[in-house]
């Protein structure tokens, strides 16, 4: 069975919850039925299917924030929160 299409918001909606400094808070649900990224109540909430351990989720909420945001996943930097849900990025410039 195909897996259902991942839900993105668009780049505009995440960058208007960055700061200044291109920072963006993000609170991460491994394990997940299906991946996606939803803005609940001005948080970014990352579902992804991957395991927590050995930074699987991490790796995977950087490669969906990627493709949210149109940009390289290598350019998406994690500031905070390596063994935690709660996790902070700093994304690129917008193009």
């Given at each position: 069975m195909a897996r259902p299409k991942t839900e993105l918001p668009s780049a505009s909606a995440l960058w208007s919850l960055a700061d200044a400094d291109r920072r963006l808070s993000v609170r991460v649900t491994p394990g997940a039925r299906s991946e996606g990224i939803e803005i609940v109540s001005g948080r970014v909430i990352v579902k992804v299917r991957a395991k927590p351990e050995d930074g699987k989720a991490t790796a995977a909420a950087?490669?969906?924030?990627?493709?949210?945001?149109?940009?390289?996943?290598?350019?998406?930097?994690?500031?905070?929160?390596?063994?935690?849900?709660?996790?902070?990025?700093?994304?690129?410039?917008?193009?």
């Amino acid at each position: 069975m195909a897996r259902p299409k991942t839900e993105l918001p668009s780049a505009s909606a995440l960058w208007s919850l960055a700061d200044a400094d291109r920072r963006l808070s993000v609170r991460v649900t491994p394990g997940a039925r299906s991946e996606g990224i939803e803005i609940v109540s001005g948080r970014v909430i990352v579902k992804v299917r991957a395991k927590p351990e050995d930074g699987k989720a991490t790796a995977a909420a950087v490669e969906l924030l990627g493709q949210a945001l149109a940009t390289s996943p290598s350019g998406i930097v994690l500031l905070r929160g390596a063994t935690s849900r709660e996790k902070l990025f700093r994304i690129p410039p917008a193009a």
